[in-house]
């Protein structure tokens, strides 16, 4: 945790995170934020979890076993919670787990089984957004009345939350910025490597993922695209 607070992007980030969410009704209506805060709170657990948990047992079966050593290999959320990512993505909507760490030279083929290491996180959460959907058709189905108790809409929240985290996840991070899996997508596709200008551009990419989400940026690229997304997932059983 150490590393991201001694980062000076990450503590302003921090500090702009805390100033919007003032701003957007902490002190207007304290107990409502706090109530809506908590209920996202297992779809970002679940999320973050099936995320990098894809990318380590990915990595695992294709030969590496630095995700094995780092026990990321696992569904503890423990081990994939990044402190920063975490904050972003509970206060602004867009955020990140821990990175695996990957060896490349323990696969047999680097450049396609870094292509299917990359791709795996968004995949899955891709489809876990579509099992819950199908998960709240089945609710539905059988236990329409439930849904219109107290703890039935507390439930239907978690389930529409979770289906939302799991797609932003999956959105955010297919923008082609380091270190997020999109830069590491189009880096397998087009070899990204060979270009001198490649490693300049990835240690900036933690700088230049921070000025997107302060200035809103991702906000205004990817909401539309969820709204698309969430409205087909939901369309595929409703």
């Known amino acids: 945790m150490r590393r991201f607070f001694n980062n000076p992007m990450a503590i302003i980030l921090i500090l702009v995170m805390a100033y919007l969410a003032l701003r957007g009704g902490v002190i207007n209506d304290p107990v409502s934020w706090l109530w809506s805060k908590l209920l996202i709170i297992p779809g970002i657990l679940i999320g973050l979890t099936v995320h990098e948990f894809a990318h380590a047992f990915v990595a695992y079966k294709l030969g590496d076993n630095t995700p094995k050593y780092q026990k990321r290999v696992t569904l503890n959320p423990v081990r994939h919670i990044d402190p920063v990512g975490l904050i972003a993505l509970f206060f602004i909507g867009f955020g990140w787990g821990k990175p695996v760490e990957v060896n490349p030279f323990n ?57 939302w985290i799991n797609l932003i996840l999956m959105v955010f991070n297919l923008l082609p910025v380091p270190p997020l899996d999109g830069f590491g997508i189009v880096t397998e596709i087009f070899d990204l490597r060979k270009y001198s200008w490649y490693y300049k551009l990835y240690n900036a990419g933690f700088p230049i993922l921070m000025v997107l989400i302060i200035f809103n940026i991702t906000g205004r690229v990817l909401l539309p695209i969820m709204d698309v997304l969430y409205s087909f997932v939901l369309g595929i059983f409703f």
């Open 107 to 163: 696969f047999k083929h680097p450049r396609r089984d870094n292509f299917l290491t990359d791709i795996a996180g968004i995949t899955t959460n891709f489809i876990i957004a579509i099992l819950v959907a199908g998960l709240l058709k089945l609710l539905f189905t059988y236990q329409a009345m439930f849904f219109y108790t107290s703890g039935g809409d507390i439930v239907l929240t978690i389930i529409q939350n979770t289906i």
